[in-house]
């Protein structure tokens, strides 16, 4: 490695060398590009505004604030309350009407189902589908064949204090049996009580099925709850048997099990999450999806 | 953009560095520990980065054990827990995370990327079923998940025998759990998923605001799924924000 004293030039492009040489293959000392020189110190004299602008440099008990005060948290702040300035004036309206007064009143209408459509987007739809149309064990809410009532109080209600939620105490409540699990009936019992059930929305059953048998242990197991005719009672969320909407299914494997695990499906109580105001434009929202009582 | 080693000036100084390796190293060492002093140092003494909050409590046993899960099979790939202080962030997910909430997961689950949606503050949004279904087959509930099935976790007995090792380990680097914790470790975590009793009592005693759950009727033991959902059920649980004060930590 030579010392260089004399700038050296390579011959064939002109331009200067390190002065490194190995095997006589030199190192070229090609500048940097002028323009991304600049914009190097650039960045360097940028960041000076910054540490003048935002908090940046720590000291012993705290840190330089930066020269309009700004920060993160209270950023945030303001910025919610420019989106309270847009939304107050229609969500105030909202929280003063009664619910059956907003869907008499169209304007009213499209705020509460713009705002309860956002709502149900982000809460709602993981479980009940982003179409509202449910999933397996998660009701469809297009329909009208409600579990626990499709009245606006109704509705409004079990987004409050969800079902089978524990944390609240005003949470729908109401739990089947595990009638196979627990021995209340057995196999041969339960596959008879399956087969009536399935007769009463008229899907066929298998020949060997005795019905009378079925009829008579819905009367004295399921029929408290489910009623004698099997239509459901919504005080308790038994859902309605005779219609051809099923939440867990309507094969005969699907009703067995159900028959034997029992339980229930679990929605949160929305009342700590969500302010009442959203809850109301929920509320309307599922209402007005085409099932609402 | 030296071309010229002859100049004598401050600029060309950097020639002693490069020509002597020791000195190289001495100013790689100076300029780290001036990086570190100024990064680093005041995050241990500066009171707005060590910000005290009410409700914050170590993770239960079995939400422990689901914690290890949940690092394990990469969650944190996907779904970030850090819900910054932006008006869409806390519009969609709550409050915007506070420092403290995550202060005894060692390593943290911030994560960087979101595609999924941010977990910080899921517990207590779905129901317990809802994540057993979701986690065996996400697309049953969510046709457009793009989120892999995790069919093997409910098949999975949860090995809680090192349990109570991970939290004495843990206690070394400063998350508070007490010699009684760490002894009844493996009693706690089957408590939490046994429903009610004594040793859920002293379960919810040791752990404040613990969500017991009777997991074990159709079956023997808990499983993976048993844990992972227990502490997704806690994740951004712990603060009451109705009591939080926002203003407190903005100068």
Same mark, same amino acid.
Request: charged share 20%; proline share 5%; with cysteine.
């Given at each position: ?14 331009? +200067?060398? /390190? ?36 908090? +940046?440099?720590?000291?012993? /008990? ?144 298998? /020949? ?68 009442? /105001? ?16 | ?10 600029? @060309?100084? &950097?020639?002693?560095?490069? =020509? ?18 100024? %990064? ?6 500066? =009171?707005?980065?060590? %910000? ?26 996907? @779904?970030?827990? *850090? ?11 709550? &409050? ?9 997961? &060692? ?23 809802? @994540?057993?279904? &979701? ?11 793009? *989120? ?5 976790? %409910? =098949? ?10 991970? *939290? ?55 499983? %993976? ?27």
């Amino acid at each position: 490695m030579a010392n260089a004293t004399e700038p050296r030039v390579d011959a064939r492009t002109g331009t +200067a060398t /390190t002065g490194h040489e190995w095997d006589g293959i030199a190192e070229l000392n090609t500048p940097l590009p002028r323009w991304w020189l600049w914009t190097f110190y650039l960045t360097i004299v940028w960041s000076i505004g910054y540490w003048i602008v935002y908090p +940046a440099w720590p000291g012993v /008990t705290g840190f330089t604030q930066g020269a309009f005060g700004w920060h993160a948290r209270s950023a945030v702040v303001d910025d919610l309350k420019e989106l309270q300035a847009i939304r107050g004036p229609g969500e105030a309206k909202l929280a003063a009407a009664k619910l059956d007064e907003i869907e008499k009143n169209p304007e009213l209408l499209a705020f509460a189902r713009a705002s309860g459509g956002a709502a149900f987007a982000n809460n709602c739809a993981p479980c009940h589908g982003a179409g509202a149309q449910g999933a397996v064990g998660y009701p469809n809410l297009n329909d009208d064949d409600w579990l626990w009532g499709g009245s606006l109080d109704d509705i409004q209600q079990t987004i409050t204090h969800g079902a089978r939620w524990d944390a609240d105490k005003a949470t729908r409540s109401s739990l089947m049996p595990a009638f196979g699990r627990d021995g209340i009936l057995k196999a041969d019992e339960i596959a008879n009580v399956a087969q009536y059930v399935r007769s009463l929305s008229g899907l066929p059953n298998e /020949t060997n099925a005795n019905l009378a048998k079925g009829k008579e242990l819905f009367a004295t197991n399921c029929a408290v709850c489910h009623g004698d005719d099997g239509k459901g009672k919504q005080e308790v969320g038994a859902p309605n048997l005779t219609d051809k909407i099923w939440l867990y299914g309507s094969d005969t494997a699907s009703i067995v099990n159900r028959i034997n695990v029992g339980g229930g499906g679990q929605m949160p109580a929305w009342g700590g999450r969500l302010d009442p /105001t959203t809850i109301k434009a929920l509320t309307v929202y599922v209402h007005s999806l085409g099932g609402g009582k | 953009m030296a071309s010229s080693t002859q100049s004598s000036s401050l600029w @060309h100084k &950097h020639a002693i560095f490069e =020509k002597n390796s020791i000195i190289l190293v001495i100013g790689i060492i100076v300029a780290i520990a001036w990086g570190g002093l100024v %990064e680093i140092v005041p995050l241990f003494y500066l =009171k707005s980065t060590i %910000e005290k909050v009410d409700g914050v409590r170590p993770y239960t046993p079995l939400e422990l054990a689901g914690y290890n899960i949940y690092v394990r099979e990469g969650c944190y790939l996907c @779904h970030s827990q *850090m819900i910054r202080p932006l008006r869409d962030e806390v519009e969609r997910y709550g &409050h915007y995370s506070l420092a403290a909430e995550s202060m005894y997961d &060692h390593p943290f689950q911030w994560g960087s990327k979101r595609n999924g949606p941010d977990l910080a503050r899921v517990g207590g949004k779905y129901s317990d079923d809802w @994540h057993r279904d &979701h986690l065996r087959n996400p697309r049953a509930v969510v046709p457009a998940s793009i *989120m892999p099935s995790y069919p093997w976790l %409910e =098949k999975t007995p949860l090995d809680s025998t090192h349990i109570g090792d991970q *939290m004495k380990t843990l206690s070394v680097v400063g998350v508070p759990y007490t010699q009684e914790m760490i002894d009844s470790a493996e009693a706690d975590l089957k408590a939490q998923g046994a429903g009610d009793g004594k040793a859920a009592t002293a379960l919810v005693k040791r752990y404040p605001k613990t969500v017991v759950r009777d997991l074990t009727a159709e079956k023997d033991g808990l499983t %993976e799924l048993d844990a992972l959902v227990a502490y997704l059920q806690h994740l951004g649980t712990q603060v009451d924000f109705k009591l939080y004060d926002d203003k407190a930590n903005i100068r």
